[in-house]
């Protein structure tokens, strides 16, 4: 059964900007802190940014502080990372993921900490 489903992906030129959708299963979604990963090839899965249920934590890898925005619409059962000054070393399939329990910076950055993922969408950044 599908949880967690990404879009947005594609191929831009450095300086553009993408912005990728996750839509979630009610299962998945209502209660749950949401976060962007991504994995370039050769390369282990890192944190790029994650948002509690609540709003109230947010957090963002140094990498992309003030470039990517993440969101999140719980009307719509979805959520939303906004990327804008786009980088060549941005390049990744992206994947968004779902957990449920601490919302602490610690818990929040660590993919292991994710239960439910999606299948991922790339981005491309060329220069």
């Known amino acids: 059964q599908v949880q967690l489903v990404e879009s947005g992906g594609g191929l831009v030129q450095a300086g553009g900007s993408l912005r990728l959708s996750c839509a979630a299963s009610?299962?998945?979604?209502?209660?749950?802190?949401m976060g962007w990963f991504r994995q370039a090839p050769g390369k282990e899965r890192e944190f790029v940014a994650a948002?509690?249920?609540?709003?109230?934590?947010?957090y963002y890898a140094d990498s992309v502080k003030g470039r990517f925005t993440i969101s999140r619409d719980n009307a719509r059962k979805s959520a939303y990372l906004q990327m804008n000054s786009l980088k060549p070393e941005d390049t990744a399939v992206y994947y968004c993921?779902?957990?449920?329990?601490?919302?602490?910076?610690?818990?929040?950055?660590?993919?292991?900490?994710?239960?439910?993922w999606g299948q991922g969408t790339q981005v491309t950044v060329s220069s």
């Open positions: 948002i509690s249920w609540g709003l109230s934590s947010i």
């Open positions: 993921a779902a957990r449920f329990g601490g919302t602490g910076y610690d818990d929040m950055k660590n993919h292991h900490q994710y239960n439910y």
């Open positions: 009610t299962r998945t979604y209502f209660g749950s802190a």
